[in-house]
């Protein structure tokens, strides 16, 4: 290995981990954070009273995209899904987060 070849395998091994630490992650430690149970409540009643589309995470990591239709008890919704064809009851207690548009 010529003199050049080895500085520049030792001048590039910083650049690969600045690299890695910048723009690389590990899945294993990727984490959301839930909003508080206040913030989703507020939003769903947000969305509901503005007749709003939103994108609901829940806990087990699944999502949905619709429309709240109905308010059932302070804890319980009626969401609609997107095409307008699967009607799901959504506790406060199982949503992860809300957003809104």
Known sequence: MSKF????SQAAQPLKKA????????EDRLTLR????A???????LA????QYLLVTLNDGSWRVGKITKRI????FV???A???????????DILTVELP
């Open 48 to 51: 509901f009273l503005k007749r």
């Open 5 to 8: 070849q080895n500085f520049a």
């Open 73 to 76: 008890s302070p804890s319980r």
């Open 19 to 26: 690299f890695h630490y910048l723009f690389a992650y590990d």
């Open 83 to 93: 095409d307008n064809k699967i009607f799901y009851q959504l506790d406060i207690n």
């Open 39 to 45: 913030v989703n409540l507020a939003k769903l009643q």
């Open 79 to 81: 969401f609609c899904d």
């Open 34 to 37: 839930g909003d508080s149970l």
